[in-house]
Structure formats: C-alpha cells, structure tokens
C-alpha cells in the first residue's frame, strides 16, 4: 500500500524517498498509536482539540492552528535548518566540520544520550494522563494536550534519529521506549523524577516550569552536539519546550494571583478556608519540584559529562556565546560540594565540573520565574516572597544526597529535619488538600476553578470564551 | 613498609562492604559497598566499585560459608544498591595504584572468583548471581564465576565488559576466557559484546548466553530465593551438621620475623628472601571424623593451611621486594603421613572434603605467587605426601644428602602418600607429580609403588623428585650461591620464565586465566595506550581523550 508520507508524517527530512526510515517508522507508528491509546491522555480519542500542529520549520509553518482528534495528531519529523558551514564548537574536535552521520566510536555514546532523553518524552505523557479529569478550564485542558502530543512529537524526533543513523540497535531502542511505563516497577523509565506521579494540577504546572525546564536545558545543550541531526533536532525541539515552560510559569502565576485575590477578597491568610491555595503550599510544591530536577542534571562531579563535551558531543548552554577556549584541558571552576557534612566551596576541573555548570544555569534561570511570581505578590500588597531553596536542599543525587540541609543551606541533624520537614516539603495534608480542590474538569468555556485565575490571553489571541476542547 | 601492612583477616563483624545472611540453606551475600571505605586514600568506591579491600571480605565470606555453614547448599551474591549490581574494579584506585599493586590485586580477586567456583563444582555450595542493575567490568566477571545469572528485564539493567571500549585495558578476571570458555557465548557474539561500552540487555543477553534468565525486576527477588531453595535442596551437603568457627589467625610480626603457630618466616633483605619454615604435626592425628570436627581450626592439615596462606598473601602484597620464597620444613614425617592417611579414609566426610580442597587451593596460590620457590630438604624435615606438594610446587629443590656433622638430626627422607596421586591437582588439571614427568606418564604408576617408603637423597635423586642433592660439605655454598643467583636477575623476567615453566600439559580455564592477565593485560597495562600520559586508564575521569599510538605490535 502507498503511503503519503508527506501528509501523514510531516517533515523536513526526505522521507518519501528514504525506503529505510520509511520501513522503520511502519512498524514503529503503529505501535506508538497503540501507546498513545493505552497509555497518553486517558478517554480522549474522540475529542476535537484546539492544537498546534508543526508543519514546517519556518515561521509560517510551525504553528498551525485547528481542531484535532489526538489520535490523528500529525507528528512530524522536523530538523531545524542546515548550516553547511557549521562546525564543532568545542572539545577536542573543535574548528572540524560536524558530523553528519555518526561516527563509529560515538555511536553507543550518542545513543545513549537519545535514548535518555527520548525516553523522558513519553514519560512525562504517562505521568500526567489523568489530569484531563480535574482540568480547571477548557483552557488548562488544551494546553495540558497541546503539551502531551509535542512531547510525544519529541518521541518522535528521538525515534528519527534512532531509526535512521542507529541501524537495527535504534529500531530496538525505539521499541523499548514504548514498552517503559512511568512508575512500572519492572519496566520503568529511566531516570527517577519520571517515574514520580504528576497527581494534580499544581504539581503539573510545577513540573512543567522545573522539570521541563531541566529538558530546556539538555535540549540546549544537545543542540551545541558535534552531531548535527541531533543538534538541529533539539533546536527545533527547543521551540516547542518553550511553550510548556510558559504553561507552567503562568499556571503558577496564575494560582499565586488568584490566591493573593482570595486573601484581599476575604481579609484572610487562611486561604485554604476561603478555596485556594495557600503561598505556604505553594512554596513547598516548589521546593519539591525545584530540588527533584535538579538531581536530573546529575553528579556534580562526572567523568561522563566531561567525556561528551571533549569528544564534542553535548556542550554548554549557549555554548558559542562563552568566552574561552572551549576546550577546558586546564580550565577550573568552583562548584559547592560536601566535605566531612558541611557544604564548602572547592576547585575543581571545569571538565568534569560541567553538569554543576548547566545545573548553575539552570538555577539561574528558574530563578527570573520567581521574580515575576514575586511581582504578583507584591503588586497585591502581600508580604509574602517565594524563594528557591538552597541546591543542596533536598537531594537524592551527587554530592549531598543523603544529607539533611534546609532551604537556606544550613545543615541539619537528622533531628532537626524531622522536626521540620513538613514546613519544606508538602505534607500527606497538604497533597490531600490540593487533591480535595481538584474536582471535576471545568468544562464551560470561559469558566476556570475556584482556586486558579484565568489567563491574560487566550491562545492564538482567541476569544475569553473560546471553546477549546469539544468533547463530542 | 612504609604503610601499614593490608591486613587479609576479617570477619562478618567486621564487613564493611557486604552483608552475609543465612536463610535455611541459602546464603545471601549482598554486595554494599561503602564509599568511603577503601583500602587507601584518594577513591571513592562509589556505585558498589570495588578495590582489595571489598574483595578480602568475599573472600572470607566464601571461605567461612564452606566451613561455617555445612547446612548452605546454595550461595546467592547480589547487590544491596538500587539499579546498580557491581560497577567492577574502581577506575580511580586502579589509576592511583602502582603496578604491582594492580597486579597482586588481579590475582586475588581471580583467586577468589575461582574459589567461588570451586564451591560450586566441589562444596556443593552452589552460587547463584542476581543481577538487579548494571553489572559492568568486574561486576559482570564476578557474575560469570557464579553458576546461573539472573538478570533483572526492565530495560535498563545491563551486563557489560567495558574495559576494552572504555579504558583500553581487558577484563581482569577472566571475563573473556569466562565467556567462551564456560559461558561458551559464540565468538563473534563475545566481539560484538566486549566493544559495546554499554553491554546487552535482556533478550539479546539471554539468547546470547550472557545471561541465564531475565526476570521482572518486581520478581527478581522471589524467583532468586525459589531458584536458590531449590538449588540448595539438591546440594549433597549435611544439612544437620555443625559448621566450625573460623578465628583469627593467630600471628606475630616481629621486625623480620612473623611467627605462626605451625610457620615461622623470616626475611633477609639482603637477599631478598624469605624462609617459610613449616612445622609438621607435634602428634598423632585424632581418631576419624568426629574428632576432627572437635579439634576444628586447631586440625593441624587444617591449622597449617590457614597461616600458609596468610603467609603467602601477606608476603605478596606487603613484601614485593622479597623474591624468593625458600620452602623448609621440620617434623616428623610418619606423623606427617599419619594425618594424610586419616584424610583419605575420612575423604567423604564434609569437613575433611573441605581441608582437602582448602590445601588444594593454597597449594595453587603457591603456584601463582610469582616468587621464586626454592626448597630445602634438610636433616629434620618431613616432606611427606601433603607436604611434599610444596617440594614439588618449587622450581628448584635442594636436598641434603646424609646426615650433618655434629647434629643430631636424622637425614632428610621425602615420603609419598596417596595424597600426592590426585587430591592436589594444579590449575592445569594435573597432579604436580604428573606435571613433572609429562615425558614419561608411567613413571607416576612407578613411584605410586614407594608410596609410603622413606625416601633418601640418593632415592629420591633417582625417582626425580628433587633437582640437586648436596652433601653437608657442600649444602651451604650450593643453597647460598642459589638463592644469592636469584636475587640477582630481573624479577620480571623471572616471574615470566618460572610461569612459562611451571603449568606445563594442557591448558585448562584456569590456567588460561592466569596467563592472559600475566602476559596480555600486564603487557597493556604498561602499554602508554593504556598507563602513558595520554593513555586511556590515565585519562579516565577527566573528560580528555586517550591519543593511541595506532601501531600494531
């Protein structure tokens, strides 16, 4: 049977003349619808969502506007465009043209990296399937799908790059993708934070303002690869991050904003009695996603990050923007570590210090989302400020995993962390009391949750009553 | 000795890397190692890597479990780490360690891996591996000495042998030899996996004989303990009876001098040699094998062993400088030849069968110590059935030849004992006495007729037992001259000349072992690929890329 790939895939990657990755993705597609069904957002084949679709890399094409079935999604295959003039910006093979195919002695390093990140694209559709039944606006709900079929598009670009530079280890690896379930106990995906439950909606703005704002980071980061199919996929890829960064910065802001109107409205601090959620809540969510993402950028010290960056395979953030060398052979820098259970400052070869520098990045910037949710606050009249909690706070990996150090970077005895956990971390009270907001999905047009401010404006510069979900 | 001494005696209570369990008549070993806890400063043993010191625990724990524990019929090793099994040999200690540290630390962990397999095929303790994460390097090495491998099939968990791709080096625990020689993986299958960083994975792990079994990690636990049950159910240990306690060896360091209760070593550094003076039995041995049992560690076959090989590691690791070990005894031979004779007839006893096994072993490290052994067969002596072994196990025997002058001692008599006819085979496969006269196989049936006859100088000159035998004139200069020559050459060369000649006859799994580490992987850990400044091993860890020099020698 002929098949229009053009029209069904579409893509910027020749795939109607390419017989390989057309065999590949036959059987491949397939099997990613079954997931999709089984396991993507649950009981919503049939809705007609309000998405964006990419259709092209150029700024007419990748974002077109219209009412899909989720199922009928066309995910694409998009590269961004070919600079024939690129060359590695670093590591040991700076100055030399990149890659365009992988070479030999790469090809385990680069897959794994692929399949590392690839596998957190489906993850995270896994983690947030339910939350269609407790969307606080028809507005919530399609940004919530708007962000589940994108990162099923990333699967997809991962599984491109599988399919058509990794050979039959590739195809297997791209199987393997759809057969790890987030929070599986036998087959889970890889790393821990994907395998944590994203049970209501504060935690999925959090995560996607934390969490997929660490992607942001190694998408960035794999976009500097001397790889250049990796490196375009991730800019384009890059684009489209930026969108579910801006769904969790105005989710949040948008909670703290009807708070702060809840506690004017009623003269109270006690939100909770008054329907919201309180800015003690907030900022315990916080540091609960601040601190679990951060152990996604990895050891502080890594023999592995530094291997990529001097073979030329995942560079820095902006990497070409920085001012030295690139090659970092005799380059240090200081990083905060443990030593005999205090937190000190050390020297240490920039090369293997280079997860702590994305991870310093990172914080960075995390840090202008809190300054603008500050705003909120503040143009309210409340005295209130939300603050990120100390790097060391809260860690399961690296240097300070396994010590008990608070937000502001004191550390504690096991004692005093007891005593006050639970006014840093969200309490089994606290999750039941967000849990008890989450009622059924607000599906009027126009209408939002007691506990959430509706948006400034509306996507595509739709109308406040835009009927972006039709459930049929 | 400018540091402390590596210390080999440990015990359960003083584990600081792994837990030992018993849970009917399965053991459970689980590896945790302790970051902090390595032999020297400078490593972490981060992601349960290990350095001598973890390996000095498995392999008191693998010893204590045939002794101790009569009633454990199966032994299971599995990892205490979430998603990690073993990371193998720590790239940070190796990279920080001299050469010869390395070496010595190779060959013990190779001793240990084979000591679990010889509980297997010969204690009935059967050891099971279960795998419930990543297994690389050594980890994978330490799997492939266990008789069955589960892997845990969650998509993650992988066994690999990375050191070729990663480090330019090869496996140091025979995972190469392992895989085709016992896991019999396919050749091409074997290439494929040892240059893949990474490692395989469930299904292809399994139908590339990697791996026994993939089971869901949620049920690797239970199918582990079923298998385990049913492995120990089948054992053909006593279930009922009474294991003896393993103490401490007991020893005095003083100066020079290290002072056992049946081995006194002494060590002239000026000729860079240490005499191992072995004392025989003070009595008559102990009825049968109850007896035994009551005497436990202080069983002088028994007791004897336990400082030998203390000795024998003690000075490989702590002495490298001394490198000729003089082999002497003092004792009286019949009683020497009374104790074989108790261990034959009790040879189907547990405990017996495993003093057997245990002198078989240490015997074998004796072969692998690369020292010169030089033996010394003198008026007083008692070179008798097991202890004859230790004659046979040197390169060069000197034998006195009548009496001394002015001592009262008897002249030197050597004594076979049916000990010698096949309870001691080498690593090759073969009795020592077999191995020494391959060129006439029926010369073995011969001596099997002077089993038990007192053997002089002159006799055993004849039956090619010993190599010189000089008169007491003439005994000083001949043993100085030898001993003083020795000391003069390159210890290198040695080491290669005296393994070239000692394993001769077939080759085994073992013996392969052996002399792959010693000549492959001693030739590219030296290799600058491997150890020079650009080198791959050095570079480890600090993100800079290994230059290889692309020549093939």
Known sequence: MAIDYSQLIPNNVDLSSDRRLQRALENWQPRFLDWWKDMGPDGTSAFDVYLRTAVSTDSNGWANFGYVKMPEYRWGIFLADRDPDRQIAYGDNKGKPVWQDVPGELRSTLRRLIVTQGDTEPASVEQQRLLGRTAPSLYDLRNLFQVNVEEGRHLWAMVYLLHAYFGRDGREEAEEMLVRHSGDPDKPRILGAFNEATPDWLSFFMFTYFTDRDGKYQLASLAESGFDPLARSCRFMLTEEAHHMFVGETGVGRILQRTCELMKEHKTEDVRSVGGIDLATMQKYLNFHFSVSLDLFGQEASTNAANYYTQGVKGRFLETRIDDDHVLANATYEIDTAADGHIVKKTVPALSALNERLRQDYIEDCAKGVLRWNKTIERAGIDFEIKLPHRAFNRRIGTFAGMRISPDGRVLSEADWTANEGRWLPTDTDRAYVTSLMGPAVTQPGKYAHWIAPPARGINNQAADFEYVRFN | ?553
């Open chain 2, 1 to 553: 000795m400018a540091e402390a001494p590596i210390d080999f005696r440990t015990s359960p209570e003083h584990y600081r890397h792994w837990k030992l369990a018993l849970e009917g008549g399965v053991a459970y070993l689980t590896m945790d190692v302790n970051e902090e806890g390595g032999l020297k400063p400078g490593y972490k043993l981060k992601l349960n890597s290990y350095d001598l010191g973890v390996d000095i625990e498995l392999a008191d724990a693998v010893q204590r479990l045939r002794f101790e524990h009569p009633e454990i019929g199966a032994v299971v090793i599995r990892s205490q780490r979430d998603r990690v099994f073993c990371s193998g040999a720590n790239i940070n200690m190796l990279g920080l360690s001299s050469h010869d540290h390395k070496v010595n630390f190779c060959k013990f962990t190779n001793e240990t891996r084979l000591a679990i397999e010889d509980a297997s095929h010969h204690s009935g303790q059967r050891y099971i591996c279960s795998i419930n994460g990543i297994a690389a390097g050594g980890g994978y090495e330490l799997a492939l000495a266990c008789e069955e491998i589960l892997l845990a099939d969650d998509g993650n968990s992988a066994v690999s042998l990375p050191e070729l791709p990663l480090l330019a080096v090869l496996p140091g625990t025979g995972g190469l030899t392992r895989l085709v020689d016992k896991r019999l993986v396919r050749r091409d299958h074997a290439d494929f996996f040892c240059t893949t960083a990474e490692g395989l994975r469930g299904k292809r792990a399994r139908e590339w004989r990697l791996v026994d079994r993939l089971v869901p990690p949620s049920k690797l636990a239970e199918e582990t303990k079923k298998i385990a049950e049913e492995t120990a159910a089948r054992s053909a240990r006593p279930k009922n009876a009474k294991g003896i306690t393993l103490p401490r060896v007991d020893r005095q360091i003083d100066g020079d001098t290290i002072r056992y209760a049946h081995l006194t070593v002494e060590i002239d550094r000026g000729q860079r040699a240490a005499r191992l003076r072995i004392m025989g039995p003070c009595a008559a041995p102990p009825a049968d094998a109850a007896a035994i049992q009551t005497q436990g560690t202080a069983f002088w076959p028994l007791a004897l062993a336990r400082d030998l090989d203390d000795a024998m590691m003690h000075l490989r690791l702590n002495e490298t400088e001394i490198g000729t070990w003089v082999l002497q005894s003092q004792g009286d031979g019949a009683l020497v030849e009374a104790y074989d004779a108790l261990l034959a007839r009790e040879a189907s006893n547990w405990l017996v069968k495993e003093i057997v096994l245990y002198w078989k072993r240490s015997l074998k490290r004796l072969d692998v110590s690369s020292r010169s052994l030089i033996a010394l067969v003198e008026p007083g002596s008692c070179f008798t059935g097991t202890l004859l072994e230790i004659v046979l196990a040197a390169d060069r025997s000197y034998m006195l030849d009548g009496a001394v002058e002015g001592s009262n001692l008897p002249a030197a008599m050597l004594r076979l004992t049916p000990m010698n006819f096949g309870a001691y085979p080498m690593g090759n496969g073969l009795t020592r006495l077999a191995t020494r006269f391959l060129y006439d196989p029926g010369h073995v049936d011969e001596l099997r007729k002077e089993t038990g006859k007192p053997l002089d100088a002159e006799a055993a000159d004849a039956a090619g037992l010993v190599t010189f035998t000089p008169d007491d004139i003439d005994w000083d200069d001949e043993v100085r001259l030898a001993i003083e020559e020795r000391a003069g050459f390159s210890p290198d060369g040695l080491i290669g000349m005296e393994a070239n000649l000692r394993f001769a006859g077939p080759e085994t799994m073992e013996t392969k072992i052996f002399a792959r580490l010693s000549a492959w992987q001693n030739w590219i850990f030296q290799r600058p690929n491997a150890t020079g400044p650009e080198g791959a091993l050095k570079l480890y860890g600090t993100g800079k890329q290994s230059k290889y020099d692309r020549k093939r020698a």
